[in-house]
């Protein structure tokens, strides 16, 4: 069954500090892969992608095909970074995404 | 950017009653629209999949009859709870995806409706 898993919930770090926010997921084929963020009383949006291997706001994420992960990175977290985390691939079918559970970071000044 | 709008914001309405909510794209034409539900600090489940002109894929467990969708034009959507009763009480966010090259979806500012 095609699945994504978010592990953590909640991730609380200090300013400064580095971030890393899992993603593993369980699908047939190469899904592409995307990172939505939605900050407080916004709505969501894309972050990045993994096939533009793009670093968006100091963030980046690199597809492991091996371990099936796409773990979302920065070394230094700014309090401005502090949201809600959804790592989503794109169906098979090239059609819809699927949201893991989500993580929402609070980076701690 | 591609804005996709969403109305009304919030909605209250009385057990028994319809709702419609409608989803825009204000300035791309969307191929693609879908809609999403989001309990309380849980994340966004996919209900339904709109292709223009024709009739919406929904997604297992999410009755047709009662979440009606509309996609009538390139940047319009609408999703109508009919008989809507407490349990029916979310956030319903819909999202459009346009003529790209690629598959970014652009997210509505959700909806909100509660129920009574």
């Known amino acids: 069954a095609q699945r994504v898993t978010q592990p953590e919930k909640l991730l609380s770090v200090f300013k400064g500090a580095p971030v890393e926010l899992k993603c593993n997921y369980s699908?047939?084929?190469?899904?592409?892969l995307f990172w939505y963020v939605q900050y407080s009383r916004q709505r969501l949006q894309l972050l990045l992608r993994h096939i533009s291997r793009e670093s968006i706001k100091g963030f980046t994420a690199d597809l492991n095909k091996g371990e099936t992960s796409f773990h979302l990175k920065k070394p230094f977290a700014q309090e401005e970074d502090s949201a809600m985390y959804y790592c989503?691939?794109?169906?098979?079918?090239?059609?819809?995404?699927?949201f893991g559970g989500g993580t929402r970071l609070m980076v701690k000044p | 950017g591609a804005v996709v709008s969403q109305h009304p914001s919030w909605v209250i309405c009385k057990s028994g009653t319809s709702v419609k909510i409608e989803c825009r794209s204000l300035d791309f034409q969307a191929t693609t629209m879908f809609w999403y539900r989001q309990f309380p600090k849980q994340s966004l489940m996919l209900m339904a999949t709109s292709n223009e002109g024709s009739k919406a894929t929904y997604e297992q467990g999410v009755e047709k009859d009662k979440f009606l969708i509309n996609h009538a034009s390139l940047t319009l959507s609408t999703l109508t709870v009919t008989s809507a009763h407490p349990e029916d009480s979310s956030f319903y966010i819909c999202?459009?995806?346009?003529?790209?090259?690629?598959?970014?979806?652009?997210f509505g500012p959700g909806t909100r409706l509660t129920v009574l």
């Open positions: 699908y047939s084929g190469s899904p592409e």
């Open positions: 989503a691939p794109l169906g098979n079918a090239g059609n819809m995404l699927t």
């Open positions: 999202s459009a995806r346009g003529y790209r090259g690629y598959n970014e979806q652009f």
